[in-house]
Every structure is written in structure tokens, then in C-alpha cells.
């Protein structure tokens, strides 16, 4: 089945007795209707929280609720970006946007607190209340294993960071909701990855959710210690918090042996979008998210299908952080799915076209992260990879790469072909430096995630 050209391979699937362990506290919409009636209601809601907020008032305070189901209208309100909540102090994000609603005895209702996403700059801790939560574990994230077609009797091996990430706490939450075991590792930091491999082939779990990164980390690690992972057991791989190119999927999936399920979300919102079994293609909560895309020069909504930047607005979980039209940063495309027997065809699909990646600009020549580690991973000899930029003796800036082989490759025929592989695609002379297998699994063993490209100059 293909799905206005957005998904890839689907299968014979059958829809039976997904949801007998599901009680959420909302169930999955039956109509579009239904999404829009949801969405006519919530929308005043979210307005009215939001007019609520010191710092978002003043955003919506000529916006009239009786006219906010007219696109013109509801365009009216700014969008809400990164720069402007990291220009906050912690004492002014909680004093002046939270909304800080109050319980018996006047206390705050926040029951657990929500590190923000982003990595430039401190932090913010987003309050979540109790109601909050009701939606955000007890829906976005429960949907997660139905819509990947776990089943009870699976195990769930979760190798996201543990801590203050609320990914790594809420999959196994949620995993345990829906009546599935779990495995609480976290990433290489919490347990170290030799320890996790043991614990797999030990364990047996059905589905690993963990980073690509990480994914990726943990089969380089069994390659070196000579561990067949994809005769492991594991059928399933989750992964979210970071892009995931075909390049990378495949690899995934050869490495582990498993099919590939990606998943998006949001520490300001919650799950997102997760990748259906049998469609190949992630679906998005839209009865639980306002999601918007738009022309990032204009404002303007975008055709449906056609890529644009991300506007979430959260609908059933903004009782303390009332986001408000928040442009994610993401560039997305957007949507409707062919209505069919399966109860998530309802929803849209969600096609995560890319985020504002990282780049070295080496010789006035702009070489993007992303581009480069789908250019690696495409090299069937390169098991694993490093990129540096580096000042070399002559004081001109070259590309490194620090590679490790998969056993039986000649070391130097690899050295010669992947640097004029690399001047053809990238029109840049390159350094490789071969190193022992397992070297760059010890390095990135520190990090949570893996430090793959690094800027020495």
C-alpha cells in the first residue's frame, strides 16, 4: 500500500485485539469529524490558558475566541519559538508563562517536571500536572506500542537516557500500561553497553527502543566482540529523539536483524507521531495536538502533503505550560492517510523531512552532518565512523575521518577508495586514519549520545 507517496513497504496485517489492554483516557477518534470537533473545542481552551500567562498574553489578547475556528484568525497569533523562551531566567519562565494552577491547600499541582529538549543553552524544567500527565503518559505515550503492533508477552528492552529525560522514563512507563515487561537500561551511561548486550542475549527481549545513535552504537560494540545481534530475538527496533534517514534505518536493520519503527516528539507537547506497523510511515495524534505546517517565510499553511515548518499547540495537556502555536523547528510534511480498516488510519500521516542539522564549512564548502553520516553508513566495509575538522601542518582545514573496518576488508584499499569516494561526493580531500576495532565504541561509551562529529580547528 502507498500512501500518497509518504510510506514506504507495508504488510499483510490483520486489526485484531490491538486495544483489549487499552483503557486510555482518550480513545482513538473514529472520524475526522471527531478530530474536528476536538480541535474546535480545545482551540478556546488553549486560547483561554494562554491569555492566563504573563508573558502570552499580550500575544492573544486581540484575538476573539468566537472566531478562532477561521484560519485568518488563529494565524493572528505569533508563533512561539525557542529563541524567545531561552531568553527567560528560570525564575521568569515559571513566574510569568507557567500558568501554575493551584490544588487543595494552594498548592502547585505539578507532580514531575519535563526536561526541554533543545541543546543550546540552559535548560528549562516544563511542570506537568497530574491532568497533564493523564494525556501525555497515559495516552501519547501508551499509543506508541498498539501502533507498532507489540502485543502482550513482548519484552521491552529501553536503552533511551534515563534521568531527567522524560523518554527514557515514560517508554517503559507507558510499555508497562499496556501490559508489556520491561527492561529499564537507559543508555551507555546507566548501563554500560557490553552489560546491555549481555542482558539482551540473556533476556531475549522482543523490542529494543533506544536512539539511532545509540542502536547503532550497541551493534558496532556486538561486532566487535564477534556477537550475531541480529540472531538476538529482537523483532523490533523503536527509536526516537534524533533524525532517522533511510541510510541509517537500513543499517539499523541489517545490523540488528529487526524491523525499524521511528517515532517524534516533544517535551513541550509529548509523543507525537509513531511509525504504524504494516504502513510504513509515522502517523500523528492530531486529536491530541494542533498541528500546524507552515511556510517559514510567509506564515502561511502550506498544501497538505507539501514541507514546512512544524507548529504544535497541545490540546488536552497545557494546565501549567500553555504552548501556544510553539514552531518546533522541525521541518515536516503533512498529510491525510486513505481511510481503511485499521482504527489509526484516522490519523495523518506525519513524513519528518529534516531538522536543523549541524555542518563543518571546510574551504568555503558546507558539509552537512547529516548528508555525511548517510554517505558513511552507505560504505559496506565501515563499520563505524568519527568526523573531525582539523588545521592540518599547512594551516589549510580538512575533513578527518577516523574509521573502523568490518573484518576481512584490507585496510588500505579501504583508506585509498573511501577518500576519492569522499572527493567525488564532497569535493573535499580527506584524511583516514583507521583505527582498531572497539575504539570508538570505548569513546562514545562516555556520551549519551554518540560525539560522531567533532570540530578540533
Known sequence: MKVDGMARVAQ????????????????????????????????????????????????????????IDDPHEWGKIPVLTKDELRKLSTEEFYRDFCIAPRGRGGQRRAVEFWRSGGAT???????????????????????????????AGDTVHVSFPMGIHPVGQLAPRSAEMEGLATIWAGAGTTTPS????????????????????????????????????????V?????????????????LARSWGAAVYNSFGMTEGAMTSVERHGLGAMIAWTDLFLLEVIDSGTGKPVAPGAAGALVMTPLWSNTITPFLRWLTGDIVR?????????????????????????????????INHGDLEDFMFQQ???????????????????????????????????????????????????????????ALAQEFEKSVKAPRFVDKR
Open 334 to 366: 503533512l498529510a491525510p492517510q486513505r481511510k481503511s480498516r485499521d482504527p489509526f488510519s484516522v490519523f495523518p500521516i506525519l513524513e519528518h523531512a529534516l531538522r536543523t542539522e549541524g555542518f563543518f564549512k571546510i574551504r568555503g564548502v558546507n
Open 121 to 151: 543553552g540552559k535548560p528549562l524544567f516544563y511542570p506537568r500536572s497530574a491532568e497533564d500527565m493523564r494525556y501525555m503518559l497515559g495516552v501519547a505515550f501508551r499509543r506508541i506500542w498498539p501502533c507498532i503492533g507489540a502485543r
Open 380 to 438: 559496506g566495509a565501515v563499520q563505524d565512523f568519527k568526523g573531525e575538522a582539523v588545521t592540518a601542518a599547512d594551516g589549510q582545514d580538512r575533513l578527518r575521518l577516523l574509521v573502523e573496518l568490518r573484518r576481512g576488508t584490507d585496510p588500505a584499499d579501504l583508506a585509498r577508495a573511501l577518500a576519492a569516494a569522499v572527493k567525488l561526493k564532497f569535493e573535499q580531500t580527506c584524511e583516514v586514519e583507521i583505527l582498531a576495532a572497539g
Open 235 to 251: 523483532g523490533k527496533l523503536l527509536v526516537s529523539a534524533e533524525p532517522l534517514t533511510e541510510a541509517k534505518r537500513a543499517k
Open 194 to 233: 557490553e552489560v546491555q548486550l549481555d542482558l539482551i542475549l540473556s533476556l531475549r527481549p522482543t523490542i529494543v527502543a533506544a536512539m539511532p545513535s545509540y542502536a547503532l552504537h550497541l551493534a558496532n560494540v556486538a561486532e566487535a566482540r564477534g556477537i550475531d545481534l541480529a540472531a538476538a530475538g
Open 12 to 67: 499483510s496485517i490483520a486489526y485484531r485485539g490491538e486495544f483489549k489492554a487499552a483503557r486510555w483516557a482518550l480513545g482513538l477518534p473514529k472520524s475526522q469529524d471527531e478530530i474536528d470537533a476536538i480541535h474546535r473545542q480545545k482551540k478556546r481552551v488553549a486560547l483561554a490558558r494562554a491569555s492566563q500567562s504573563k508573558f502570552l498574553a499580550k500575544r492573544v489578547a486581540r484575538i476573539d475566541p468566537r472566531r
